[in-house]
């Protein structure tokens, strides 16, 4: 392409209220243009990127039996009401409306339900199984948060990828080949080395998953890496084991005070000259089969509801309000704790607490505290300590012992394991070689297409602007033509229509602007490959040539340069 034909264009500054790196980038280069915070539309040049992007991952998802369709972006409110997802406290109202005639409809903020009504039509028979199926999708978000450009978008590009198998064993072996597609694909863009496979929490979705986590300054994750192993956990369910504490001290007297309006770790801390690790959080919960939970960390920590779930068994849980632990408790809130609890209420108390001496709890009392607690004199010792606490800087991992070592990371893929409750919840179901009815094992595997192009915008940029690797560039060459003297153009023109019929693709700055112009633009637009074509190098039969990534330049003939953009 030309850049005469271009209707885009670079900029020297990227709007004010941007402060990603790689929307800064992506504007600047004219990539991107901002529709809205969190909202951004695609020039022909980025639209190149992303599509270089579906291709390798359309090519490693074909490779492990996958049939691409594309999917409708309204949705029947029936098809989420099967799995509960029409629940305002699961998705959120954003994404509903209504037609003309009072229909209810849904935004395809994601596709689960969707696939399995179309594919409930076609599947019957365990012969028709496994099948995969796959599709590149415009997603919704309802960010509260959208200042990280194309890495957190409201609306954004999504590979979505479904599995159906007729058991557990035929699902795990197509998950397992999932995580090393997808594993390819991130080595093919050039984010191999710095991109982990972490377990994580399935959040609306399920109750775990895997995700596949990039390591990046600007991202909003952290990972926990157990450094002799390299396996990582994301922070929202990474297990953790908490320094130990010198508990050698001897065990002081109970004593419950009247302490009115003293609420929060920081100011009780304050108020008994206390350290947080010597204080208790106590949060009280339901769960979803009715069962209240007196969940219970050291002050230093934070509960982690994800691994409550889990303790309990639980798909759901959540906090009671004020009114309940009034009435549960017969204090107000902020008072609960592990003195006086109630005997109807399941104590779960996080490992860190297992050895505290002399340690503060809520009284159960309204205004009241208790301080120089001790387990077993004072409240019983549960049987079992588990690990509720969600993991910082410091811990270790329990089985190996080490310290994790924490990374700044962004999340690139995801996949779920549903098992059969989705099948379960939709009824659907195959006839099995025995004339029975089976459900079918069911997962979802995504990939960010276009948070993928901003987190390569991120990781691969310098001072001067973007530095794309080959495989994804809009273009591999960014040819500059210096002047307008017959010779040059008449040089640099039958390089462009040379390198093009041998498939190499280039963007020809056939503009009449002065050389530092173009040469700005060519590390702003970050092509991988740069080539000069001045009277110079005319008059010295001799083109220049320098890759994006080095800092000097040098004269090389056509017949090396050819060599040096084909191999």
Sequence with gaps: MKSSELFTRTFKQAPAEEVSKNAQLLIRAGYVYKVMAGVYAYTPLGLRVIENIKQIVREEMNAIGGQELIMSSLQRRETWEATGRWDDEVVDIWFKSKLK??????????????????????????????????????????????????????????KDMYSCSVNAEQHEAFYQSSIEAYKKVFERVGLGENTYV???????????SHEFQTICDAGEDKIYMVPSTGEAFNEEVAPAKAPALDSQEDQKPLEVIDEPGVIGVAAICKQFDLRPNQTTKTMLYKADDGTVVAAVVRGDYDVNEDKLKAVLGASRVRLLDEDTIGQLTGAELGYAGILNLPDTVRLVVDEACEGLVNFETGANHTGQHAVQVNWERDVPRPETFYDIKTVKEGDRHPDSGEVYTIHKTAEVGNIFNFGIQKSKDTNFVFTDENGGQQYVHLGSYGIGVTRLMGVMAENFSDEKGLVWPDAVAPFRVYLARLGDDEAVVRSADTLYEELMHEGIEVLYDDTDRRPGEKFADADLLGMPHRIIVSPKTVAADQYEYKKRTEQSSTTVSKDDLKMLLTR
């Design 198 to 208: 972490t377990f994580a929490s399935g959040g609306a979705f399920t109750q775990y």
């Design 101 to 158: 005639d009072g229909t209810d409809v849904g935004f395809g903020w994601s596709h689960e339900e969707a696939i399995i009504e179309m594919l409930k039509t076609f599947l019957s028979s365990y012969k028709e199984l496994p099948i995969n199926v796959y599709q590149f999708q415009t997603k919704l978000r309802n960010e509260l948060r959208a200042k990280s450009g194309i890495m957190r978008g409201r609306e954004f590009i999504m």
